[in-house]
C-alpha cells in the first residue's frame, strides 16, 4: 500500500510464535524481498587479507558486509530476547539462521518423540481392578491433555471410547 509521500509501506517484520516452519517460510519470503536471502543463503566471509583484494572485490566483500547485517538486524528483530540469548554469539545471519534451525528442530524432534510416548501411553492405559472411574478417567484425561499440549489432535469421543472401553 502506497502512503501519501510515495513510499511503500514496510512490511511486518513476522515474530517467531514457536511455529518454526511458519515462521522460517515467512521471514525467507520477506528476506528475499529484500534481496538478504543469498547473503543468509550463502554466508557471508571476511577474507583474512583484504589488501590482496582488487577494489571491485573490495566493493562487493562490503556490500555482502551490508546486506549480512541489514539480514541479520531482521533476523533480530523477529527473535524474543529469551531466544537471542541462547543464540546471539553467532556473527553472521547464516549462522544465525541456521543456528535457530538446529535449535527448533531439536525441539520438534524431542517433542515428536514425547508424543508418540504419550500416544502409546493413552493406547495402553487400563483400569485397575481397585481403581474408582473417577481415578480412571482422571489419568486418561492428564494423558490426552498432555497430548493436545505436544500439538495431537485428539477429540472427545476418543477419550470417552477409551472410558467405556
Known sequence: MAEANGNFAQPAIPKFDGD??????????????????????????????????????????????????????????????????????KETSKQLWDSMKMKCQANARVQRAQLNRLRRN????????????????????????DMRNCGEDIPDFKIVEKIYR
Open 20 to 89: 518454526y516452519d511458519h515462521w522460517s517460510m515467512v521471514m525467507e519470503n520477506l528476506l528475499r524481498s529484500k534481496e538478504y536471502w543469498t547473503v543468509v543463503e550463502a554466508g557471508y566471509v571476511q577474507p583474512d587479507k583484504m589488501d590482496a583484494l582488487t577494489d571491485a572485490q573490495r566493493k562487493s566483500l562490503e556490500e555482502s558486509k551490508h546486506k549480512d547485517l541489514k539480514a541479520k538486524n531482521y533476523l533480530f528483530q523477529s527473535l524474543d530476547k529469551t531466544i537471542l540469548k541462547t543464540i546471539t554469539q
Open 122 to 145: 493413552f493406547e495402553i492405559l487400563l483400569m485397575k481392578r481397585d481403581e474408582s472411574i473417577t481415578d480412571y478417567f482422571s489419568r486418561v484425561t492428564i494423558v490426552a491433555k
